[in-house]
T-cell receptor, first 114, second 114 residues
Framework: KAGVTQTPRYLIKTRGQQVTLSCSPISGHRSVSWYQQTPGQGLQFLFEYFSETQRNKGNFPGRFSGRQFSNSRSEMNVSTLELGDSALYLC?????????????FGPGTRLTVL | DQQVKQNSPSLSVQEGRISILNCDYTNSMFDYFLWYKKYPAEGPTFLISISSIKDKNEDGRFTVFLNKSAKHLSLHIVPSQPGDSAVYFCAARNYGGSQGNLIFGKGTKLSVKP
């Protein structure tokens, strides 16, 4: 069974640009959550999508947005990039919303903002 | 304000000995706690969990203890093996809360020396 895949794995952008990251969940999983990992703040929850609807949202500015498609694939977008957005962005999938003990993480996308 | 704290950024243990990783939390509404292990360039993988109605859960070499009155949990690894060397994250679920699925600590890097 294929795991959670994230593309691209590495990305370099400059301040002010925007970026779109993609996440393909495990087959049959309908919930996708996004997290940001930085050395200073650790892993922080961004948002969760379930059946194409945003179910939960963390404390991030509106520059961070996401969406989910009918095939459960999800994208997150960050507009007007800032240096502080440099981080590892992880997505995790689960069968249902809130199934945190059955949440599988992808390898992450390493975003560097110059 | 950090609701889940892992106060030891790193821990070094000899192979065969016990590793004890600690985690403190502040929110009494947390109902479920998890430990994740993360290797470099990979996403976190679920290790073990415990419900707030229990005080101990065991899975092979891994045992998690929960002390609700102290708002403290710990992960014991016995015996420790070099392959256990990784970053360990403690996470908590605030069921019905507005902060999303999971709140993570900043992680403890465990090094098991042969």
């Amino acid at each position: 069974k294929a795991g959670v895949t994230q593309t691209p794995r590495y990305l370099i952008k400059t301040r002010g640009q925007q970026v779109t990251l993609s996440c393909s969940p495990i087959s049959g999983h309908r919930s996708v959550s996004w997290y940001q990992q930085t050395p200073g703040q650790g892993l922080q929850f961004l948002f969760e999508y379930f059946s194409e609807t945003q179910r939960n949202k963390g404390n991030f500015p509106g520059r961070f947005s996401g969406r989910q498609f009918s095939n459960s694939r999800s994208e997150m977008n960050v507009s007007t990039l800032e240096l502080g957005d440099s981080a590892l962005y992880l997505c995790a999938s689960s069968r249902t919303s809130g199934s945190v003990n059955e949440q599988f993480f992808g390898p992450g996308t390493r975003l560097t903002v110059l | 304000d950090q609701q889940v704290k892992q106060n030891s950024p790193s821990l070094s243990v000899q192979e065969g000995r016990i590793s004890i990783l600690n985690c403190d939390y502040t929110n009494s509404m947390f109902d479920y706690f998890l430990w994740y292990k993360k290797y470099p360039a990979e996403g976190p993988t679920f290790l073990i969990s415990i419900s707030s109605i229990k005080d101990k859960n065991e899975d092979g070499r891994f045992t998690v203890f929960l002390n609700k009155s102290a708002k403290h949990l710990s992960l014991h690894i016995v015996p420790s093996q070099p392959g256990d060397s990784a970053v360990y994250f403690c996470a908590a679920r605030n069921y019905g809360g507005s902060q999303g699925n999971l709140i993570f600590g900043k992680g403890t890097k465990l090094s098991v020396k042969p």
